[in-house]
């Protein structure tokens, strides 16, 4: 193995599986994700999920605590948030990190998955899950549409940010509107199933001369953040004002969308960044 995050995540996962194995109550374990995808790395997480016989769900849900100690022990962990999702994700001891999903066996075959990787099927299971899933396409296309809307209409905020001496705040939004939003743009535009991609992996979706734009970007944005430099900090602005429009256009027309900003609009909103950014003091 290459690091000690891969050979901790492998101890967890030959934890897990003897422990399904031997286990009655859980009826088949598998992997979704990355490393069901087989686009895995060294670093990547573990997406989990144990079909339990129904008759005793709630009794497992109820040791999930127990159950992290016998995998070698979680250095902190949290429940899922989401409203009726039973999960559990956690930092286990060595590095690994799980995202642990329980579902009740009868119900697994009826949810639509995207890439499945078999562990440990007792009863056929996880044979009978079910493959299907697709992106759906117009969804996407809309909520796409709709993040482009928002950012424009937000498109001042560096205006406000800088006026109120809030650097700080103006480097989180900054590297956050490049290395989410724009990779995002980026990457829905190769598959609209990227859209449901964790951002931290949306890089490594891309093409070789997007990830250099991101870390151009990336890179200038971050010298005139530390610069505390109004002057190159809105020439970087407006590079990625720029970047960020031929994505959506690009995103959009992929997904057989209009672009929801005019080109008026476009230049109306640049015009008025580039007339009341603030001078250096």
Known sequence: ??????????????????????????????????????????????????????????????????????????????????????AVHALMTGGARLDLFFEAASRSPETPRAAVKRLVDKSGVVARLNLGWEAPTPLVARIVQSIIRMTRQGATWPLRVMGRGLWPTLAMMELDLINAQLAQLMAVRHDPANFYRNVFSLPLLLAEAERARLATLTGDALAALAARDPVAFKAVHLRVLDALVEAGRAACAALGVDYPITEAGEREIRALLEREWPAPK
């Open 1 to 86: 193995m290459d690091n000690a995050f891969e050979a901790a995540r492998g101890a967890v996962l030959a934890a897990l599986i003897h422990h399904a194995e031997r286990e009655p109550t859980i009826e088949g374990l598998w992997l979704q994700g990355s490393l069901a995808r087989g686009d895995g790395d060294a670093f990547s997480d573990i997406d989990a999920y144990v079909a339990v016989r129904d008759a005793d769900f709630d009794a497992v849900w109820r040791g999930r605590a127990a159950l992290l100690e016998r995998l070698g022990g979680a250095l902190a962990w949290s429940d899922a948030t989401t409203p009726g999702l039973a």
